[in-house]
């Protein structure tokens, strides 16, 4: 079998850390591994699969290496100066950063979802929104199966998804990373605000699903507030469906969907938490109700890890899926 | 200035004694007040207005005293028991459970929203559930103005929602009174289970924003979390409307309208959070956007203080409603 020469950028960051974590769990074949970092964290020490390895500085000429994917999770900033660069001496790169998602020629993939995307990139695949990526995955089977019409998310987002800045907020009680105190309290603001009064978060979540579900005429509108949770999202999601449909019709496509747990036993108490999910890849579904306010309305409540599925899982799983081609 | 005998039962409790805190602040004009208790919290003693009172078992000959108004603020059982009694004395009770809310003959009263309802009471008053109180205000001059066709209700709502078991469990870090850890987790189930999946807060929401707006043509849908929040809940709210609108007027109308304070500069970071709302007895609003998913869709952001508001702060309002009258 075929080994692979990968490099990790911002491998000492939360989503850096946690896609080396999966590497090692899900055995992906590699051959030699790099770490590249800001001169910051350059120099430090890495063990990956009982090996240690330094961290070394990342500039233009880290990538005059024998380098097959390149993982970026260091932020928009460094994937804007160095992805490019990359992807001219032949590396595939895999993307966490916003900054190529709408990019009509970068694919934006979720490989439960829309796999056959990965033959469309020139070089750069992104890794969509951690939010978006959770709710695609049970949108996928009932927008194929009812066909969706309009979409209203209302998110309870982690703190682990501002990296180790939230957490430290959360666990500190500090006001450092986050405008206002996040312990005890509740911020309807998840990235910059735009000009049309939606935050960037919502703005993603709004078209980073259109473009996954390949259907520019679903209609979507998002809320999305941080929470005083450490690890996993969870959505509220509200559809109206062109088709009628059977609720058992409902819960069938779901559990048939790869990547999705139906976890929604209410008279049991069993529904999707936060504090469940944490450390699981799946994406948990619960709270399935018929919405008697529409003809053909659902309610959906969506949790999944944030940092895993949400990024570093579905980061891998891509490469997975290159290599597999 | 007549001066009133007020009951006040369940006066140990969190409600309870909030609503002996705000009858302080708003200097109801009381000549005796009478605390009535269950067997475990009578011969406790509570100061009010710098008296020592003693807390008096509540039993069947509890109300043969002259009494004017009596809040009930102990749970659903003991209004079943007793609040019919009361009425009986000729006392006007101001229930704060949910059981005579959905009665016909039973006013669901708030008092910036729809006053007039008191002159229908035969005894009884019902306080609405927090969620719908908050929700209510700024919905009612939009309902006016614009006409509302549907509503989607997400709630994030606090731990004193529960009284002081939800308190303890998320200071502590121990289930006791919620089913699971509510420290860093969500909960998507407040109150209990109903056969078509809902909760009964959630449909608490769905009917009781009706019978307030007095417009059963109003279609509305409700997901309700218990987040890791000591005081206030908030709500993120979709409306679509009949008409078309001008988002300054939606600005105009909510700020015009009395006990709604609009909180909404997105670009210095405003926006109406738990933390900054506790203690007060407005309802605050913000993230106001038109959703562009619909011809008259909006979204908005409501928190309030539950206890004081949401509960509380509206009983007394109600009675002062009632000695203006």
Same mark, same amino acid.
């Given at each position: 079998?075929?080994?692979?020469? !990968?490099?990790?950028?911002?491998?000492?960051?939360?989503?850096?850390?946690?896609?080396?974590?999966?590497?090692?769990?899900?055995?992906?074949?590699?051959?030699?591994? +790099?770490?590249?970092?800001?001169?910051?964290?350059?120099?430090?020490?890495?063990?990956?699969?009982?090996? *240690?390895?330094?961290?070394? #500085?990342?500039?233009?000429?880290?990538?005059?290496?024998?380098?097959?994917?390149?993982?970026?999770?260091?932020?928009?900033?460094?994937? *804007?100066?160095?992805?490019?660069?990359?992807?001219?001496?032949?590396?595939?790169?895999?993307?966490?950063?916003?900054?190529?998602?709408? #990019?009509?020629? !970068?694919?934006?993939?979720?490989?439960?979802?829309?796999?056959?995307?990965?033959?469309?990139?020139?070089?750069?695949?992104?890794?969509?929104?951690?939010? $978006?990526?959770?709710?695609?995955?049970?949108?996928?089977?009932?927008?194929?199966?009812?066909?969706?019409?309009? /979409?209203?998310?209302?998110? +309870?987002?982690?703190?682990?998804?501002?990296?180790?800045?939230?957490?430290?907020?959360?666990?500190?009680?500090?006001? *450092?990373?986050?405008? +206002?105190?996040?312990?005890?309290?509740?911020?309807?603001?998840?990235?910059?605000?735009?000009?049309?009064?939606? $935050?960037?978060?919502?703005?993603?979540?709004?078209?980073?699903?259109?473009?996954?579900?390949?259907?520019?005429?679903?209609?979507?509108?998002?809320?999305? !507030?941080?929470?005083? @949770?450490?690890?996993?999202?969870?959505?509220?999601?509200?559809?109206?469906?062109?088709? $009628?449909?059977?609720?058992?019709? %409902?819960?069938? @496509?779901?559990?048939?969907?790869?990547? !999705?747990?139906?976890?929604?036993?209410?008279?049991?108490?069993? +529904?999707?938490?936060?504090?469940?999910?944490?450390?699981?890849?799946?994406?948990?579904?619960?709270?399935?109700?018929?919405?008697?306010?529409?003809?053909?309305?659902?309610?959906?409540?969506? %949790?999944?890890?944030?940092?895993?599925?949400?990024?570093?899982?579905?980061? %891998?799983? /891509?490469?997975?899926?290159?290599?597999?081609?």
């Amino acid at each position: 079998m075929r080994k692979y020469n !990968v490099a990790v950028i911002g491998a000492t960051g939360l989503v850096g850390s946690t896609i080396l974590k999966i590497l090692e769990e899900r055995n992906f074949p590699i051959d030699h591994i +790099y770490f590249l970092s800001s001169k910051k964290s350059a120099g430090n020490q890495i063990v990956f699969k009982d090996n *240690e390895y330094t961290v070394e #500085e990342l500039n233009e000429d880290s990538f005059n290496k024998d380098i097959d994917f390149a993982f970026f999770a260091a932020g928009g900033t460094v994937s *804007e100066k160095y992805a490019n660069i990359a992807v001219d001496k032949g590396i595939r790169v895999i993307d966490n950063s916003s900054i190529y998602r709408m #990019e009509e020629e !970068v694919p934006l993939v979720v490989p439960e979802v829309n796999p056959d995307e990965i033959f469309n990139s020139r070089g750069i695949i992104s890794n969509p929104n951690c939010s $978006t990526i959770q709710s695609v995955l049970p949108l996928k089977p009932l927008h194929d199966n009812f066909k969706i019409k309009r /979409i209203i998310f209302s998110t +309870y987002q982690a703190v682990s998804g501002s990296g180790l800045g939230g957490i430290k907020d959360l666990e500190d009680g500090q006001i *450092e990373f986050y405008p +206002y105190q996040i312990q005890g309290n509740a911020l309807p603001h998840i990235d910059s605000f735009l000009e049309n009064g939606y $935050t960037k978060e919502e703005m993603k979540m709004i078209n980073e699903t259109k473009k996954i579900l390949k259907d520019d005429s679903i209609k979507i509108t998002a809320t999305t !507030v941080r929470v005083p @949770v450490k690890h996993c999202h969870s959505v509220s999601v509200n559809l109206e469906f062109e088709r $009628t449909f059977e609720l058992e019709d %409902v819960y069938k @496509v779901l559990e048939q969907f790869d990547g !999705v747990i139906v976890k929604d036993d209410v008279q049991n108490n069993k +529904y999707p938490m936060p504090l469940d999910v944490e450390g699981s890849d799946k994406v948990y579904v619960g709270r399935i109700r018929r919405d008697f306010s529409l003809d053909n309305g659902l309610n959906l409540w969506i %949790v999944a890890d944030n940092i895993r599925k949400g990024a570093a899982t579905n980061a %891998v799983q /891509i490469a997975e899926l290159l290599i597999k081609d």
